[in-house]
């Protein structure tokens, strides 16, 4: 059964880096069927689409953080990552890494809630 | 981006009735190369990640039941529960995955009347 983990601080300073991690387990981030994104949720709030990233590194970005973010992928350790620099409150959220499959997100992990605050 | 309006907003149906969720994108998310309307339906319980239920429209994804339904084309579309159950209180949200960014309906919260 294919599993998704986000890792990383739960807290981050305002106008720093937040960095997440999210590890596959079950099968191989490398499948040429796949794409592996972001989603987040503010507290109380709807889904808002980050990014994808292909095993191979072709990476697509929401413009609303296309200067912020970098998607990343390690197939070394079967993992990929999310760096959005610059936060602030506004980036307080619910981050979610998922699986998509023919486009839609088959796959999710529990997700991981990051506070921006001093 | 395509904007992707849900209604309505809450909706409140009595156990064993049938419940609707409307989606509207503003632009047609219908591939015509393959006839497939890139669109997908999600539920969120609290404190949970969204589960998949629908894909390209009406699909249902592996293991969702089938009185979950998703229907409609182009611009218009709909999530039917023809009997609700008590496990089915939840949020819904539609998605577009016809262009990036990617973007989801504002959701639609199910309670049991």
């Known amino acids: 059964q294919l599993q998704l983990q986000e890792s990383g601080p739960g807290l981050v300073k305002p106008s720093e880096t937040l960095s997440l991690t999210c590890t596959v387990s079950?099968?191989?981030?490398?499948?040429?069927?796949?794409?592996w994104g972001w989603i987040r949720q503010p507290p109380g709030k709807g889904l808002e689409w980050i990014g994808s990233?292909?095993?191979?590194?072709?990476?697509y970005y929401n413009p609303s953080l296309k200067s912020r973010v970098t998607i990343s992928v390690d197939t070394s350790k079967n993992q990929f990552s999310l760096k959005l620099s610059s936060v602030t409150a506004a980036d307080t959220a619910v981050y979610y890494c998922?699986?998509?499959?023919?486009?839609?997100?088959?796959?999710w992990g529990q997700g991981t809630l990051v506070t921006v605050s001093s | 981006d395509i904007v992707m309006t849900q209604s309505p907003d809450s909706l409140a149906v009595s156990q064993g009735e049938g419940a609707t969720i409307n989606c509207k994108s503003s632009?047609?998310?219908?591939?015509?190369?393959?006839?497939?309307?890139?669109l997908a339906w999600y539920q969120q319980k609290p404190g949970q990640p969204p589960k998949l239920l629908i894909y390209?429209?009406?699909t249902r994804e592996s293991g969702v039941p089938d009185r979950f339904s998703g229907s409609g084309s182009g611009t218009d579309f709909t999530l039917t529960i023809s009997s609700l159950q008590a496990e089915d209180v939840a949020v819904y949200y539609c998605?577009?995955?016809?262009?990036?960014?990617?973007?989801f309906g504002q959701g639609t919260k199910l309670e049991i009347k």
């Open positions: 390209w429209a009406s």
């Open positions: 998605q577009q995955y016809y262009s990036t960014p990617y973007t």
């Open positions: 632009q047609s998310i219908l591939y015509t190369s393959n006839n497939k309307n890139n």
């Open positions: 079950g099968g191989s981030i490398s499948s040429s069927s796949h794409y």
């Open positions: 990233i292909y095993y191979s590194g072709s990476t």
């Open positions: 998922a699986r998509s499959s023919r486009g839609a997100q088959d796959y």
